[in-house]
């Protein structure tokens, strides 16, 4: 879970799913890869 700054909200960081508040609220989110040589993120 991770919480906007701004609004206080709480999403799911898999999903990018609003946790509480509103219903069908979703934020677009992205593959993500840890490697040795650094963080990869497919956008």
Same mark, same amino acid.
């Given at each position: 879970?991770v919480?906007?700054p701004?609004?206080?909200?709480?999403?799911?960081?898999?999903?990018?799913?609003?946790?509480? $508040?509103?219903?069908?609220?979703?934020?677009?989110? $992205?593959?993500?890869?840890?490697?040795?040589?650094?963080?990869?993120?497919?956008?």
């Amino acid at each position: 879970i991770v919480e906007c700054p701004l609004h206080f909200w709480h999403y799911n960081i898999k999903t990018g799913e609003l946790t509480d $508040y509103l219903k069908d609220v979703k934020l677009e989110t $992205y593959k993500v890869e840890a490697r040795d040589d650094g963080i990869y993120v497919d956008v």
